[in-house]
């Protein structure tokens, strides 16, 4: 079955900087790679995704990029803010009856004013 | 349009007993999948439905079983619970299995 890999699991950036959350995945079948972003106390949230047809994908401060070939993807943001501050999760599927969304083990971001 | 309800929000148990829990999808969701997380494990697959049919399954004991109804309410149940069975228990649904889940607010479970 599908393996998600996620990295790194703590990243401190500052106020302004950019940060990146780079994710692999196993299953050569995944066509579909979700990112969602959970704050303390609260549920995951669905923040940008990409599908395998097309290799980056951006709304406002966020992208994401994927590398079929290499079986991987990154989240990417800009102009962090306090309220970045959060539990990033990647995730993969092949979107099959058998395919389950498979999180990453999730990656803390603190953004320091 | 209503989001995922799950109730309850907090549940205190002993070891030995058994818990239900309740998921309540987005209206015209018909996939239903439920994950553990733990801070150690992140968000782990339980397993999901799809039309009152346990499609998937994820490595758990057999303890960790669940249903889903005609209306999509679906229900998750773990009998003989042990303290390793403390988290929060998340579920989520969408149209299509996969893609674009929303989760709702999850259910934290401890158990003493």
């Known amino acids: 079955g599908e393996n998600v890999e996620q990295h790194p699991s703590t990243l401190s950036v500052q106020e302004g900087d950019s940060a990146v959350i780079k994710c692999t995945y196993s299953?050569?079948?995944?066509?579909?790679f979700p990112w969602y972003k959970q704050e303390l106390g609260k549920r995951p949230q669905l923040i940008i995704d990409?599908?395998?047809?097309?290799g980056e994908k951006k709304d406002q401060r966020i992208a994401v990029t994927l590398n079929k070939t290499a079986k991987h993807f990154s989240l990417h943001i800009t102009e962090t803010q306090p309220e970045d501050s959060a539990v990033y999760f990647c995730a993969a599927t092949n979107g099959g009856s058998q395919g389950n969304l498979i999180f990453g083990k999730g990656t803390k971001l603190s953004v320091k004013p | 349009k209503a989001g995922v309800t799950q109730t309850p929000r907090y549940l205190i148990k002993t070891r030995g007993q058994q818990v239900t829990l309740s998921c309540s999808p987005i209206s015209g969701h018909r996939s239903v999948s439920w994950y553990q997380q733990t801070p150690g494990q992140g968000l782990q697959f339980l397993f999901e439905?799809?039309?009152?049919?346990?499609?998937n399954k994820g490595n758990f004991p057999g303890r960790f079983s669940g249903r889903q109804f005609s209306n999509s309410r679906s229900e998750m149940n773990v009998s003989t619970l042990e303290l390793g069975d403390s988290a929060l228990y998340l579920c989520?649904?969408?149209?299509?299995?996969?893609?674009?889940?929303?989760f709702g607010s999850g259910t934290r479970l401890t158990v003493v």
């Open positions: 990409i599908r395998s047809n097309v």
């Open positions: 299953d050569s079948a995944s066509n579909y």
């Open positions: 989520a649904s969408s149209l299509r299995n996969g893609y674009g889940y929303t």
């Open positions: 439905y799809f039309s009152e049919t346990q499609r």
